[in-house]
């Protein structure tokens, strides 16, 4: 069993709508959480980051961590066609710890 | 800010020539800098991890000898790799961290041996 497991996808919404990404993990350990979005042959981008259980809000962005059932959320509202990318979620057992990631979803938004 | 370059963003070079990459935090000071190497459509693979001024740590598989790391100060890493053959062709990329959790990742170096 993967310490991370993430649907790989691809994953296809119309324009507007609202998409959730998740991923669960096994590693009790982990206490940072954190979503990355990565376009074609790009580095990856810091999206939201996350210290333990509840929400945070960013915009269009909502990140949720529920360490009880080891289950992590981005919710994205009104997609747009520049939101199509991968999106990597990725946690840390403590500060500059290496981090574990998930494999990454495929998001295609679509007009 | 938060920003990491690379340099250079793709290389191509001859089977058997060594190659250089560097990873440099523009606006912060890094403790710590992580390098991943990514195959297409797959995720991000840890080759090591590295802290500035002492030996870089190696993620299992990875040899040292060909996949040389030093980090010579806070905003500076690079990475070579020595005698590189068709299949070290791939994306790399740096990561450092100012000593928080969170990571931010440079554009990434296509590397494509001939």
């Known amino acids: 069993q993967k310490e991370v497991e993430q649907d790989p996808g691809p994953l296809s919404v119309p324009e507007g709508a609202i998409v959730s990404l998740n991923c669960t993990y096994s590693n009790s350990a982990f206490q940072y959480f954190m979503w990355y979005r990565q376009y074609s042959r790009k580095g990856p981008e810091l999206l939201m980051y996350t210290y333990s259980s509840g929400n945070k809000e960013d915009g269009r962005f909502t990140a949720q961590v529920d360490k009880s059932s080891k289950y992590i959320s981005l919710f994205i509202r009104d997609s747009q066609p520049s939101d199509s990318a991968t999106y990597l979620c990725?946690?840390?057992?403590?500060?500059?710890?290496?981090?574990?990631f998930g494999t990454g979803t495929q998001l295609k938004v679509e007009l | 800010g938060a920003v990491v370059s690379q340099h250079p963003s793709r290389v191509i070079c001859k089977s058997g020539t060594s190659v250089k990459i560097e990873c440099r935090s523009l606006d912060f000071q890094a403790t710590t800098m992580f390098w991943y190497r990514q195959f297409p459509k797959k995720s991000l693979m840890l080759m090591a991890t590295?802290?500035?001024?002492?030996?870089?740590?190696?993620e299992q598989g990875v040899e040292k000898d060909k996949f040389l790391i030093n980090h010579a100060s806070l905003t500076l890493s690079t990475l070579t790799v020595t005698s590189a053959h068709p299949e070290d062709s791939s994306f790399y990329i740096c990561?450092?961290?100012?000593?928080?959790?969170?990571?931010?990742f440079g554009p990434g170096t296509r590397l494509t041996v001939t």
């Open positions: 990725a946690m840390s057992a403590g500060g500059g710890n290496k981090l574990t």
């Open positions: 990561s450092a961290t100012p000593g928080k959790y969170e990571q931010y």
């Open positions: 590295s802290n500035e001024g002492s030996k870089a740590t190696y």
